[in-house]
């Protein structure tokens, strides 16, 4: 007989910094909703007690501290979409968690905590017309080894540089996402305006634009690299072939 140890809950909280941009001259709805908000994964592995990880809670975290960063202005709207929208809008966005993935040492043979998250953000215009589906991948890591702390602090933090990871893909990718160029930054009074941009280090690469997290200091491990196509090595080379080629 098989015996498994207690189950096991993570509340991840934290606070996020403000992203190191110009913020673009948009006035940007949200809309929240109570399954974004009030999330909750849980998953029993096989032979391994049931973990229960809350990240509504940090959802809101960081999307308030990321879009507040990125816009003039951001106003949260109701949950109801049937409600009056503020005419100074230029557009929606409506943020979801549509994906929770982890692993867990025993699982992998490794003495790595992971967390993947995937996120679907829905960009509307003020009428509620569709604009387009942007998703979004965020992936983080844990060694409870290296930190000696328990199971449950690793998962958190694996969590919370999954969040992170999610931010620095939207700023650095908001111009090119669906319908952006098209609809959103034309709503911008002076369209000759340079756009603001992320920080570049002197060989052009970009900077993490949540530099002032000191979570940032860790880097992730390289064995994540091939496997998530919106890390933070590939959106370098994204960024750098993008620019060789313009």
């Given at each position: 007989?098989?015996?498994?140890?207690?189950?096991?809950?993570?509340?991840?909280?934290?606070?996020?910094?403000?992203?190191?941009?110009?913020?673009?001259?948009?006035?940007?709805?949200?809309?929240?909703?109570?399954?974004?908000?009030?999330?909750?994964?849980?998953?029993?592995?096989?032979?391994?007690?049931?973990?229960?990880?809350?990240?509504?809670?940090?959802?809101?975290?960081?999307?308030?501290?990321?879009l507040n960063g990125m816009f003039i202005q951001t106003i949260e709207l109701d949950a109801d979409t049937q409600a009056p929208?503020?005419?100074?809008?230029?557009?929606?966005?409506?943020?979801?968690?549509?994906?929770?993935?982890?692993?867990?040492?025993?699982?992998?043979?490794?003495?790595?905590?992971?967390?993947?998250?995937?996120?679907?953000?829905?960009?509307?215009?003020?009428?509620?017309?569709?604009?387009?589906?942007?998703?979004?991948?965020?992936?983080?890591?844990?060694?409870?080894?290296?930190?000696?702390?328990?199971?449950?602090?690793?998962?958190?933090?694996?969590?919370?540089?999954?969040?992170?990871?999610?931010?620095?893909?939207?700023?650095?990718?908001?111009?090119?996402?669906?319908?952006?160029?098209?609809?959103?930054?034309?709503?911008?009074?002076?369209?000759?305006?340079?756009?603001?941009?992320?920080?570049?280090?002197?060989?052009?690469?970009?900077?993490?634009?949540?530099?002032?997290?000191?979570?940032?200091?860790?880097?992730?491990?390289?064995?994540?690299?091939?496997?998530?196509?919106?890390?933070?090595?590939?959106?370098?080379?994204?960024?750098?072939?993008?620019?060789?080629?313009?």
């Open positions: 007989m098989v015996l498994v140890s207690c189950a096991k809950t993570v509340e991840v909280t934290t606070d996020f910094p403000r992203p190191l941009l110009e913020p673009y001259p948009l006035v940007a709805g949200v809309r929240y909703s109570p399954e974004l908000t009030d999330f909750i994964h849980t998953e029993n592995p096989e032979l391994q007690p049931e973990w229960t990880i809350k990240l509504g809670t940090a959802n809101l975290q960081m999307f308030r501290a990321l929208v503020n005419p100074e809008i230029d557009f929606i966005i409506e943020p979801k968690l549509e994906e929770v993935e982890f692993s867990v040492p025993q699982q992998s043979g490794s003495d790595q905590f992971v967390v993947w998250l995937r996120y679907n953000l829905k960009l509307l215009q003020p009428d509620g017309q569709l604009i387009g589906n942007w998703r979004i991948t965020g992936y983080g890591q844990e060694d409870e080894g290296d930190l000696g702390m328990g199971s449950a602090n690793a998962m958190k933090d694996a969590a919370i540089t999954a969040l992170r990871d999610a931010a620095a893909s939207i700023v650095v990718g908001f111009t090119k996402a669906p319908g952006v160029e098209e609809y959103i930054l034309t709503r911008i009074d002076r369209p000759d305006e340079a756009l603001p941009e992320v920080a570049l280090l002197e060989d052009g690469v970009p900077d993490d634009p949540l530099a002032e997290d000191p979570l940032a200091e860790g880097p992730l491990a390289e064995d994540h690299l091939s496997a998530d196509p919106l890390s933070e090595d590939n959106l370098i080379k994204s960024h750098e072939t993008a620019e060789d080629q313009s």
